[in-house]
Antibody
Framework: QVQLQESGPGLVKPSQTLSLTCSVS??????????WSWIRQPAGKGLEWIGR???????KYNPSLESRLTLSVDTSKNQFSLKLSSVTAADTAVYYC????????????WGQGILVTVSS | SSELTQDPAVSVALGQTVRITCQGA??????ASWYQQKSGQAPVLIIY???NRPSGIPDRFSGSTSQDTASLTITGAQAEDEADYYC???????????FGGGTKLTVL
């Protein structure tokens, strides 16, 4: 059973960089049949797709975040990561990592989510 | 703004049937997927593809698509089905993913 787990700081200061890691267990991230994605959800609001990365290092980003976003993958650690620069309070949200099969639209499974608050 | 449009809230009487819809141009090309999210929990995939349910999802949940509108139907809604429901799909280019704004389902 594949499981994903987000980790990283729960508090980030405005203008700094938000960095999160998603650890994958139960499957090798290096298989190549999947994209590894990030999704976020501000409190009381809907889901927003952030972007996805493949082990080939190819990426696709939400255009609204692209200028501040970097996704990467580390096959040696079976992890993938998110870096979002120049954060503001609007980036405060629960961040989820999830897997999507190449050619599919559905995300499954999801991590449990991690709350990141941007505040001084 | 989302490229997939959902009604913000829907209600259903216990044991009755309810349909939650998701409208967007990309749905004429790509299937929608549906997620159930209960308070404080991560979303859970409940419908994907033409009308597929992951293991463990009750068969009272079903999905369908007509032109640019996807529907999630719950036949015989239960109290535990009260939750937020989100659709997602690709955008019209196929390169990006999008979510609907979500529908809050109340079971009366």
């Amino acid at each position: 059973q594949v499981q994903l787990q987000e980790s990283g700081p729960g508090l980030v200061k405005p203008s700094q960089t938000l960095s999160l890691t998603c650890s994958v267990s139960g499957a090798s991230i290096g298989i190549g049949r999947y994209y590894w994605s990030w999704i976020r959800q501000p409190a009381g609001k809907g889901l927003e797709w952030i972007g996805r990365v493949h082990i080939s290092r190819s990426t696709k980003y939400n255009p609204s975040l692209e200028s501040r976003l970097t996704l990467s993958v580390d096959t040696s650690k079976n992890q993938f990561s998110l870096k979002l620069s120049s954060v503001t309070a609007a980036d405060t949200a629960v961040y989820y990592c999830a897997r999507v099969k190449i050619g599919a639209t559905e995300f499954d499974p999801w991590g449990q989510g991690i709350l990141v608050t941007v505040s001084s | 703004s989302s490229e997939l449009t959902q009604d913000p809230a829907v209600s259903v009487a216990l044991g009755q049937t309810v349909r939650i819809t998701c409208q967007g141009a990309s749905l004429a090309t790509f299937y929608a997927s549906w997620y159930q999210q209960k308070s404080g929990q991560a979303p859970v995939l409940i419908i994907y593809g033409k009308n597929n349910r992951p293991s463990g999802i009750p068969d009272r949940f079903s999905g369908s698509t007509s032109q640019d509108t996807a529907s999630l139907t719950i036949t015989g809604a239960q109290a535990e089905d009260e939750a937020d429901y989100y659709c997602n799909s690709r955008d019209t280019s196929g390169n990006l993913w999008v979510f609907g704004g979500g529908t809050k389902l109340t079971v009366l």
